[in-house]
């Protein structure tokens, strides 16, 4: 059974994308028309303040009695706190939603993918294919080359790290050494591509990669970010219609057999 997609054309750099989905949802190509773009209504409230009369005075406090400055202030009451509920954790819902997982390096992404199959299956009380309720989520840029591919997609890959960067440690990349970058530390596109959540470069590099994350993740569903920073709604538009007719286009999914089925 071949995959379809559906698309979100997104303005921003969120992680709306492109999913993958059975053929029966085949994908149906973008119109080309532009995309609606956003509007911002900024409005002006003016408050007038005019002076108030000047009030009385308030009277000063009547003096305590000798008996009663003698007395210890009585204690305010207390309240015991109420205890918290734990959060529900997403597999123990009673209708589990799809589990979005970034890749990154792909033998700890692989453990995470399956230990929310253990928890499905644990909660759920049946098991559940090795794919099911789970959506891998990357990033993606095509072109003819790959010098060329790199080069109109490293200004975006940069400014989204340093927007990132500027907030956190970006613990996610690990150094030379197995350690996670301190904070300070941006990778480059080249770090992105090797720690596994970018893939860059000509339509068959781009395609083998995903064929090969596809037997690994054995994937039913797939989120890729095919926008960036400073991208032109042209290049926008141009990289949906090759991600679907030189990358999906050639993916295949494993039929699930009876008894996988729910």
């Known amino acids: 059974m071949s995959y379809g997609l559906r698309l979100v054309a997104a303005t921003d750099a969120t992680n709306k994308g492109v999913e993958a989905v059975p053929e029966h949802q085949a994908f149906r190509p973008p119109r080309r028309s532009p995309l609606s773009a956003a509007t911002l209504a900024i409005g002006l409230l003016l408050v007038a303040c005019t002076p108030s009369a000047p009030s009385a005075p308030a009277p000063a406090p009547a003096a305590p009695k000798p008996t009663e400055a003698l007395k210890p202030a009585a204690a305010a009451p207390t309240a015991a706190p109420k205890p918290t509920a734990a959060p529900t954790p997403a597999a123990a819902q009673a209708k589990p939603a799809q589990e979005a997982v970034n890749l990154h390096r792909a033998?700890?992404?692989?453990?995470?993918?399956?230990?929310?199959?253990?928890?499905?299956?644990?909660?759920?009380?049946?098991?559940?294919?090795?794919?099911?309720?789970?959506?891998?989520?990357?990033?993606?840029?095509?072109?003819?080359?790959?010098?060329?591919?790199?080069?109109?997609?490293?200004?975006?890959?940069?400014?989204?790290?340093?927007?990132?960067?500027?907030?956190?440690?970006?613990?996610?990349?690990?150094?030379?050494?197995?350690?996670?970058?301190?904070?300070?530390?941006?990778?480059?596109?080249?770090?992105?591509?090797?720690?596994?959540?970018?893939?860059?470069?000509?339509?068959?590099?781009?395609?083998?990669?995903?064929?090969?994350?596809?037997?690994?993740?054995?994937?039913?569903?797939?989120?890729?970010?095919?926008?960036?920073?400073?991208?032109?709604?042209?290049?926008?538009?141009?990289?949906?219609?090759?991600?679907?007719?030189?990358?999906?286009?050639?993916?295949?999914?494993?039929?699930?057999?009876?008894?996988?089925?729910?």
């Open 107 to 262: 033998a700890e992404t692989l453990d995470k993918w399956r230990r929310y199959g253990d928890l499905l299956a644990q909660y759920q009380g049946r098991s559940f294919r090795p794919g099911e309720l789970r959506a891998l989520k990357l990033v993606a840029h095509i072109a003819d080359s790959r010098r060329a591919a790199f080069e109109r997609v490293r200004r975006g890959h940069d400014e989204r790290y340093r927007f990132l960067g500027a907030q956190r440690a970006l613990t996610e990349y690990v150094d030379e050494t197995g350690q996670p970058f301190r904070r300070g530390r941006l990778p480059t596109l080249e770090e992105s591509m090797a720690q596994g959540g970018w893939l860059v470069g000509e339509p068959a590099e781009v395609r083998d990669r995903l064929l090969e994350l596809q037997e690994t993740f054995e994937l039913e569903a797939l989120i890729v970010q095919l926008q960036f920073h400073a991208m032109e709604q042209s290049v926008i538009l141009e990289q949906i219609d090759r991600f679907a007719n030189q990358v999906v286009a050639h993916l295949t999914a494993p039929p699930a057999t009876a008894a996988q089925r729910p």
